[in-house]
């Protein structure tokens, strides 16, 4: 999805070393998992968290996971899928909750058709984390002011409204990265959109727990 020189970009801004806890939510094509694998070593863990709400996809996500950590040197890998909401305690609170082109669909009727909210989700996030931990969002971004109206949509959300919503959770921005940025993007077209796929504008926070 990205150069090298991105993801080194990105995994430095997400804080993950050797020996962490990582949670990765919606996991995809489990590219990530396997990255924040590599880093964290056979001392860490990587919690690849299929939400229910996806779980019936035609592209079976949680299976696709599994058969990632069967691969070999994914012994530090562990699937988990529940409600988005209850996202069950790992056996130590994660170092660092990552969650890449996701956040915006926690304002679609698909997440929220069980009761998720986006308040919801960001306590649940909030409980995981151990203080001093990371909770880390990219996003592509929609145009300002527009709050979460592109996210059903667009699969677009402004940055102003998901720092205020992980805010009101009790976090605090620690840092935003710039490397994911396209002064290009109109803001106003689908992600999917062949002139834009794979070239969005694209937000990065770093939330911390106090």
């Known amino acids: 999805m990205y150069d090298q020189s991105k993801l080194a970009e990105l995994i430095r801004f997400s804080r993950v070393g050797a020996g962490a806890t990582v949670i990765d939510v919606y ?12 880093v964290v070593g056979p001392e860490g ?8 709400e996806v779980a019936h996809f035609n592209n079976d996500p949680v299976g696709r996971m599994r058969t990632l950590a069967k691969e070999p040197g994914r012994a530090n890998v562990e699937v988990v899928s529940t409600d988005l909401v209850a996202m069950p305690q790992a056996a130590r609170p994660a170092d660092v909750l990552w969650m890449h082109l996701f956040y915006h669909d926690l304002h679609t009727p698909l997440m929220q058709a069980k009761g998720a909210t986006a308040a919801a989700f960001n306590r649940i996030a909030y409980e995981r984390l151990k203080s001093g931990g990371y909770y880390v969002i990219v996003d ?15 699969h677009r959300i402004d940055p102003a409204t998901v720092r205020e919503e992980v805010e009101a959770a009790g976090f605090v921005l620690d840092a935003e990265s710039s490397v994911l940025v396209n002064e290009h993007d109109p803001h106003s077209i689908k992600v999917f959109d062949p002139s834009i796929k794979g070239e969005t504008d694209r937000f990065a926070y770093r939330f911390v727990k106090p």
């Open 27 to 38: 996991p995809g094509d489990g590219d990530w998992t396997r990255l924040y694998s590599d």
């Open 45 to 52: 863990r990587v919690r690849s968290f299929v939400p229910a």
């Open 140 to 154: 592509h971004v929609a145009a300002a002011g527009v709050g979460m109206s592109s996210a059903p949509t667009l």
